[in-house]
Nanobody, 125 residues
Framework: QVQLVESGGGLVQAGGSLRLSCAAS????????VGWFRQAPGKERGAVAA????????YYVDSVKGRFTISRDNAKNTVYLQMNNLKPEDTAVYYC??????????????????WGQGTQVTVAS
């Protein structure tokens, strides 16, 4: 069983940057696909980015392409989400999720077994 803890959220001005971290414990992380999701008040939780356990090109939703970068450091059991040029519409609680190997429905689906508790990101205009 893997446990996930997100960190790095906070309040930032529009155009600013934040780096979120998703630290895993309980077992090694290198055969897990990891995704970042976000949920704004009154909205459903949706995908932001994902990185496959096999490596290869990461996945991004259109609204964050060119601004967000997902990466992983398996030696540190950590996945990062670098967020640049933040916009007020990026305001949400951000969650990381992990699934051993493949995710049913694909890396940007919500069908992950393991979720963190979330970290708040607030972008002021």
């Amino acid at each position: 069983q893997v446990q996930l803890v997100e960190s790095g959220g906070g309040l930032v001005q529009a155009g600013g940057s934040l780096r979120l971290s998703c630290a895993a414990s309980g077992r090694t992380f290198n055969d897990y696909t990891v995704g970042w999701f976000r949920q704004a008040p009154g909205k459903e939780r949706g995908a932001v980015a994902a990185i496959n356990w096999t490596g290869g090109s990461p996945y991004y939703v259109d609204s964050v392409k060119g601004r967000f970068t997902i990466s992983r450091d398996n030696a540190k059991n950590t996945v990062y989400l670098q967020m640049n040029n933040l916009k007020p519409e990026d305001t949400a609680v951000y969650y990381c999720a992990a699934e051993q190997r493949g995710v049913p429905g694909g890396p940007l689906s919500t069908k992950y077994d393991h979720w963190g508790q979330g970290t708040q990101v607030t972008v002021a205009s």
